[in-house]
């Protein structure tokens, strides 16, 4: 299996960016379909971006389409997301994912291996 550790997180103002990092380690990296989540305080964990086992098809939620982009480097076993023009609303624990599954999926319950996560806050 593979093991799953997030980094990048931070606080940030309103309108700034932020790169998360996704490192895996224990099995070969470009064998998995990624993606990431995100969880805000009293709310459910939520789809964010995916991205296929080679790095050529990406999928977004609407509420971050145009402002943050997924990338993979499968050479260095890296996920990325880059969050540009943020917003208070995208404060959340932001959680990276792996499946066996081929494509991009936005369904949590295809995803059978998950990080712990990186706080992201943005004030206003």
């Known amino acids: 299996q593979v093991q799953l550790v997030e980094s990048g997180g931070g606080v940030v103002q309103a309108g700034g960016s932020l790169r998360l990092s996704c490192a895996a380690s224990?099995?070969?990296?470009?064998?998995?379909?990624m993606g990431w989540f995100r969880q805000a305080p009293g709310k459910e964990r939520e789809f964010v971006a995916a991205?296929?086992?080679?790095?050529?098809?990406?999928y977004y939620a609407d509420s971050v389409k145009e402002r943050f982009t997924v990338s993979r480097d499968n050479a260095k076993n890296t996920m990325y997301l880059q969050m540009n023009t943020l917003k208070p609303e995208d404060t959340a624990l932001y959680y990276c994912?792996?499946?066996?599954?081929?494509?991009?999926?936005?369904?949590?319950?295809?995803?059978?291996?998950w990080g712990q996560g990186t706080q992201v806050t943005v004030s206003s």
């Open positions: 224990g099995r070969t990296f470009s064998d998995y379909a």
């Open positions: 994912a792996g499946t066996w599954r081929s494509g991009t999926r936005s369904s949590q319950a295809d995803y059978a291996y």
């Open positions: 991205i296929n086992r080679s790095g050529t098809s990406t």
